[in-house]
């Protein structure tokens, strides 16, 4: 298990699914952890329960991503680990896609995970003991093999994966040791998917049946990448993505 003790961090979207699973993970692993998400009452719960502190925020409002970080620093002393895994889907195709549904796939999914990484980088580099700390972005397959169904959701996905190299750049440019590194997980069993295998069921089934695994990952599954890559495990791991899919994109489609 990665020693994450003595680090502070920051969980978005802790209130279900990987969030969730990640919070745990990180606190099992030794972290101090803020966990933030739009819903209060389950964000609330789930922090207390693990012992972490809780502030409700939308990843999408820039200034409030100040006042996070702010938080984070006053409460820890620093802060070392930010996680920017809050995500929505949009479930529009290019075919009938608004302006509105694609401003806010957008804000919350990629503008969250830039202001997210620009608050964060202007507090872990004035940490006690030097520029240090590790972001770690959360994509998906869709970035890769994007969803026809889901034009903003893929976009805003694949954009998640140029952006974590921008930044791991140039934080290594800068001579921070603040490494920067996505996340790329395959179909998992989160209120995600449980909401599309309402509206369309046997969902659930068709999308396990893509990894050779034959399964869905359990989010823990995906957490324990993320605590890796939130580690000391990793130094010279920067811009790198990490798949955590079963191997569904290592296959050749005809198998
Ligand atoms: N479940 C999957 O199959 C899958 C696959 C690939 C990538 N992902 C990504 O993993 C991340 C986590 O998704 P999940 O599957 O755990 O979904 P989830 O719906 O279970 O959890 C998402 C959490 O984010 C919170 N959230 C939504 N909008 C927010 C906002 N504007 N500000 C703050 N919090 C907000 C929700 O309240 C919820 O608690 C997302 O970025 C998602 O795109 C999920």
Redesign the pocket.
Known sequence: MPDLSGKAAIV??????????TLRRLREDGAKVLG????EA??NKICQKTGASFAV?????RAGWEEIVAKAVSTFGRLDILV??????SGASIGDVDDETWDRVI???LT?TMAGCRAAISAMKDNPGGAKGSIIN?????AMAPLPTDVG?SA??GG?RVLSKSVATWCAQQGYAIRCNT?????????????AEEATPGLKAA?AATSPMNR??D?AE?AAAIAFLASDECPFMTGAELLV?GGALSIHPGF
């Open positions: 978005t979207g802790c209130a279900s699914g990987i969030g969730a699973a933030t998400d739009i819903d389950t964000g925020q939308d990843v999408s409002d920017n895994n809050a995500g929505i889907v804000a919350v999914n969250g959360i994509s998906s397959t869709t959701y805003s996905k998640v996340v790329i997980p395959g179909a998992t069993e989160t209120g995600i998917l449980n909401a999308v869905l990952a989010p995906t899919d």
